[in-house]
């Protein structure tokens, strides 16, 4: 791809040729006297109007090449990966078991908070996945505004900003992402049925902790529909079970414990994206983590 100051010189050196041409046919004779028609052009009217139509396929041969480099530098991966007041939704390169507390050495930190540990100190320790350097400019690569996609019984839910833009990333992948979803009034997404394996999302199959309940409408819990496309702002253990998670938050991963609900990218295009089923707390599972703008 040709830089864009060549395009920009082509086409400014196009548009003074073409002037210079019109000046020389103005100024110079380009017909005989009393002789009219085009016989009666002369050499040097042939060579100005000459000038005249290489200096117009320049500037517009100039004009193409600038905007081709603009739009170039419009699709590269680090643009389209999101930026100004968007936000990311990142898969994690890593993975852990239910016992997230003790991975991220997080004395005196909540559950969650060691969730968001484990998220900031990866998404910032592996700087080439898509987003990262637009985030760092940014200022959004920080504790307050880095979590991870979880919820923990009855303490709650990470939960993203409403009515906000986020893209997708993978924290081991520079390739993968560059789709995006936006929350509704709630904070919940992704509001449609994309599948999250595709190369401009996550980019493979993955499994990962979510704790995350449906988004219901209609009725009473689990008598009401259950959506497909947007998920729930609860924990799907407090709504069910009225217990923690991996006994009793995110800190235990030696056995099964009371289990933890994963979501996988291999799952289809519904709510098993987010809830795909229980699974043991002595599992490995990725994590989603966010970033807010």
Known sequence: MLPQWFGDALKYSGNLIAFAAVLVAVLGETRLQNRP???????????AMALVVVGLVMSSLGTRLTVRTQTFIAKTPEAAGGGGSGGYFVMSKDTWNGDLYSAAGAGGLSPLGA?????????????????????????????????????????????????????????????AGGASFTTDSSGNGPQDDATWNGGSYFGGDFSYWTDRDWLWSGSSYNNGTQSSTTWGSDSWAENNTKSETCNPGWNYGSACGWGAIYGSTNSGNDSKRWWTNGTCCNTQQHLICFVNP
Request: glycine share 12%; hydrophobic share 30%.
């Open 115 to 175: 969730a968001d540990k484990l998220c900031l100190r990866e998404l910032t320790a592996l700087t080439s996945w898509r987003g990262y350097s637009t985030a760092k400019s940014n200022g959004q690569l920080v504790a307050s505004k880095v979590h991870a996609f979880l919820c923990n019984g009855g303490s709650g839910c990470n939960n993203l900003q409403p009515e906000t833009t986020y893209y997708f990333a993978n924290a081991g992948d520079t390739r």
């Open 37 to 47: 028609g085009p016989r009666s052009i002369t050499k040097s009217g042939w060579a």
